[in-house]
């Protein structure tokens, strides 16, 4: 170990740049057969993040680490053969305690606004999320935006499930409208919302649909009529009406919807489909169109998914089971909902949904499907509950209960910032630790990365008090570490066994951050961290102008078994925090 030496001190803390994403394109499509490729974040389109390697358990050759910054992303470059329905499946580490939400978004459409990125309980420790989407045929962007301060999670790959043959959904709200407008004021409608006609003969929607070949297909048309009489309308193909006067009759309420399926012949290339209302009371409300694979004439949906249920859940998942369905041609996949919202489209008669809260409940239904793009009615609901995370574990609120008196052992007290006029900070015994309660400054020396080097730090030192087990220097943007207090007068705190590698609880908003002891600073002052811990609590890390005035607790380990073997193996401080952690509420 190295000696401990005397390192700058930071200034205080910044604001955040928040970049939203939103557009509109929507499509989708039946499954037939499952194929599935992933794609490395690597080598995606990374904006304000780094390729990194000092974790285990990726693919690939390395992982994207995010710039703990909202707005910045990784995107790829997704293709495939048809459009249809896909799963999108995110392989992703986040060691801390707290969330990181992001934006998933397909061809500039947000398909998952502040997707949960929950804890893994490190960072060698990688989850699934899934999101459903549509894809076009061809090259697709997925794109993963972090909505918060804290930055996306680790991103090591996505992974495209998708169909090899597929019906295409066009929803109604972005067709061409005459005397209907866009509405969003009832539920279980896709996409962005659906379309209301004027209660006048004469209004219409008509799609631009594209085929690959001239032939035979089904259209369904996706409405809820909310009234007790039928809301007839025309539908024309390329100016034909080829279903005079097609019914439409109720569906018990305006949030309730059926399906109307007829079949008709296509032109090689672009088709208009046109719904035409023939009444005074209008048209139904229609969320959408589906065209079927060319030469499709099954309607036969498949049976209802029988016995769904929970078979087991973690702290960020639930998973199911079901028994299989039947049907006149196969099954070739189902669809999990949770509400109105396809949250997994698997191939088998299992799914796990990843990315959910701890202690969170979920409630969910399952459809089947087949390749006609028929879909079964609903199952019967099943609700099952993630677990507490962390195992049960030391939560912020005990630690903090056991630190509100002081016996102090420092010989005098600390000022929080060079420019203060008074120390007003102490040293406090307990039993198995120490603790002080301060502001947090930013500590940005070490390895040069794009967050940490002299053009964003003024006072930017090529090293850290504390090496590498490898030699050199620590990764301030990656790794969570405490500066403490150079030895003095008021407190040597070697004199409690501290050192490089102890382990120390970082509490702040009610989250624990569980860092080590990384560097020394001035020594009358106290209360500074480095870049990654303020960004995994939340904290503007800017070294320029971030950081936080109050609010943070520092809760030094102290004893036999508080260092880690690796001062920059940050899962093993997660590790051993977490015991330390418990046996300080237990003896305190």
């Known amino acids: 170990m190295h000696p401990l030496t005397t390192a700058l001190r930071r200034p205080a803390h910044v604001a955040l740049v928040l970049l939203a994403l939103l557009a509109t394109q ?5 499954l037939a057969s499952a194929a599935t490729t992933r794609y490395e974040a690597e080598t995606a389109t990374i904006s304000q993040g780094v390729v990194a390697s000092d974790h285990t358990g990726f693919s690939g050759s390395g992982f994207v680490d995010g710039t703990n910054i909202a707005g910045s992303y990784v995107e790829w470059t997704v293709d495939v053969p048809s459009a249809g329905s896909a799963t999108l499946a995110v392989h992703y580490a ?59 999670p680790n991103l090591d790959y996505i992974e495209a499930t998708t169909s090899d043959t597929a019906s295409t959904v066009y929803q109604a709200e972005n067709a061409a409208l005459s005397q209907a407008a866009v509405a969003t004021n009832h539920t279980g409608f896709t996409g962005t919302g659906f379309v209301d006609y004027t209660n006048v003969t004469g209004g219409s929607i008509e799609w631009t649909v594209n085929a690959a070949t001239a032939g035979s297909t089904t259209l369904t048309i996706r409405y809820a009529n909310g009234t007790t009489v039928d809301r007839p309308m025309d539908i024309a193909v390329n100016g034909a009406v080829v279903s005079a006067g097609r019914s439409f009759p109720a569906t018990a309420n305006w949030d309730t919807w059926a399906d109307s399926t007829l079949t008709a012949t296509l032109n090689a290339g672009v088709n208009t489909v046109r719904a035409t209302a023939t009444t005074a009371n209008g048209g139904p409300n229609v969320d959408k169109l589906t065209v079927g694979v060319g030469g499709g004439t099954d309607t036969q949906a498949p ?11 973690t702290g960020s998942s639930i998973s199911l089971a079901w028994n299989a369905s039947t049907d006149n041609i196969g099954v070739t996949g189902y ?13 088998e008669n299992a799914a796990t949904i990843s990315g959910l809260a701890a202690s969170s409940s979920h409630t969910y239904t399952v459809t089947a499907v087949d390749a006609a793009g028929n879909e079964s009615a609903r199952s019967a609901a099943v609700t099952g509950t993630t677990t507490g995370g962390g195992g049960g574990g030391v939560t912020a609120a005990q630690l903090l209960s056991k630190v509100t008196t002081c016996t102090q052992i420092s010989n005098g007290k600390y000022k929080t910032d060079s420019d203060v006029s008074t120390a007003t900070v102490p040293v406090c015994d307990k039993t198995g630790a120490v603790y002080w309660k301060a502001d947090m400054d930013i500590d940005c020396d070490g390895v040069r990365t794009t967050q940490c080097n002299e053009n964003t730090d003024c006072c930017f030192q090529p090293d850290t008090a504390c090496q590498s087990t490898a030699g050199g220097p620590l990764n301030a943007a990656q790794l969570p570490y405490v500066v403490v207090p150079s030895t003095s007068g008021i407190w040597n705190y070697t004199t409690k066994g501290i050192g490089c590698g102890t382990v120390v609880a970082v509490i702040y908003n009610n989250q624990i951050e569980y860092a080590v002891v990384g560097d020394t600073g001035p020594s009358g002052i106290i209360g500074e961290a480095s870049y990654k811990t303020a960004a995994d609590l939340g904290i503007n890390p800017d070294p320029s102008n971030g950081g936080t005035d109050s609010g943070v607790t520092y809760i030094v380990f102290t004893g036999s078994g508080t260092k880690v073997a690796q001062v920059q193996n940050h899962s093993q401080a997660v590790t051993l925090g977490q015991q330390l952690a418990q046996t300080f509420v237990n003896n305190n």
């Open 303 to 313: 049976s209802v998914p029988g016995n769904v249920r929970v078979t087991a859940t």
């Open 335 to 347: 669809k999990v909902y949770e509400g109105n919202t396809a949250v997994a489209i698997p191939g």
């Open 26 to 30: 929507l499509f989708s499509g039946g």
């Open 94 to 152: 986040n060691g801390t305690t707290v969330n990181r939400p992001a934006d998933v978004s397909v061809n500039g459409a947000v398909v998952a606004a502040a997707r949960a990125f929950n804890g893994t309980g490190s960072w060698d420790t990688w989850a699934t999320a899934t999101v459903a989407a549509n894809l076009n045929a061809g090259p697709n962007t997925v794109r993963i935006t972090a909505t918060s301060a804290n930055g996306n």
